[in-house]
Antibody
Framework: QEQLVQSGAEVKNIGASVKLSCKAS????????IHWVRQAPGQGLEWMGI????????TYAQTLQGRVTMTRDTSTSTVYMYLSSLGSEDTAVYYC???????????????WGKGTTVTVSS | QSVLTQPPSASGAPGQWVAISCSVS????????VNWYQQVPGTAPKLLIY???QRPSGVPDRFSLSKSGTSASLAISGLQSEDEAVYYC???????????FGGGTKLTVL
């Protein structure tokens, strides 16, 4: 079935970087955009950015510009999210989610990964 | 402060009808791009409603969308205990070239 499988939990020190993965299966990898969304403990959902696995183009949330990079590997149907200069405010569950249209009236995140917990501590 | 405003909480008894509002306060967001997601604590969000009251396969028709002006509301009829969750509206922001989320509404089934 269509699914996104995310990498395991990470514990990082302040100032470090983290690279998370999201492996797609059960559907044509390059047909769907992938969003990254995070959720701090007890908080709401925050959109981080989107990547088009077909050409690799990306758009990032302005609040994370310069710290976040999203890439993809079409040979393994995997999307990666790299976040640098981690602070305590980056402690969160990170989700990937797919979207066929990737923008406009028909966008929707219809399949989600189970999430990866990232803990940043000193 | 999000450009999508939701009430922090809502409640209803089993079998009742409840509506959760999502008010759009930005001209860069079209009301017809509003989606609704359900999140049971400890699990990933799940798509409930998208694109003018469409439901993914498996979502019961007890869940519906109504729109009025700059507000899009999620309506749940025949409330059930398993509907207890946090509900988020989200919409596409053309100025960000990405979606924004409302703050979430915690629904309690009494």
């Amino acid at each position: 079935q269509e699914q996104l499988v995310q990498s395991g939990a990470e514990v990082k020190n302040i100032g470090a970087s983290v690279k998370l993965s999201c492996k797609a299966s059960g559907y044509p990898f390059t047909n769907f955009y992938i969003h990254w969304v995070r959720q701090a403990p007890g908080q709401g959902l925050e959109w981080m950015g989107i990547i088009n696995p077909s050409g690799g183009s990306t758009t990032y949330a302005q609040t994370l510009q310069g710290r976040v990079t999203m890439t993809r590997d079409t040979s393994t149907s995997t999307v990666y999210m790299y976040l640098s200069s981690l602070g305590s405010e980056d402690t969160a569950v990170y989700y990937c989610a797919r979207d066929y249209y990737g923008s406009g009236s028909y966008w929707k995140m219809d399949v989600w990964g189970k999430g990866t917990t990232v803990t940043v501590s000193s | 402060q999000s450009v999508l405003t939701q009430p922090p909480s809502a409640s209803g008894a089993p079998g009742q009808w409840v509506a959760i509002s999502c008010s759009v306060s930005s001209s860069n967001i079209a009301i017809n791009t509003v989606n609704w997601y359900q999140q049971v604590p400890g699990t990933a969000p799940k798509l409930l409603i998208y694109s003018n009251d469409q439901r993914p396969s498996g979502v019961p028709d007890r869940f519906s969308l109504s729109k009025s002006g700059t507000s899009a509301s999620l309506a749940i009829s025949g409330l059930q205990s398993e509907d207890e969750a946090v509900y988020y509206c989200a919409a596409w922001d053309d100025s960000l070239n990405g979606p924004v989320f409302g703050g979430g509404t915690k629904l309690t089934v009494l």
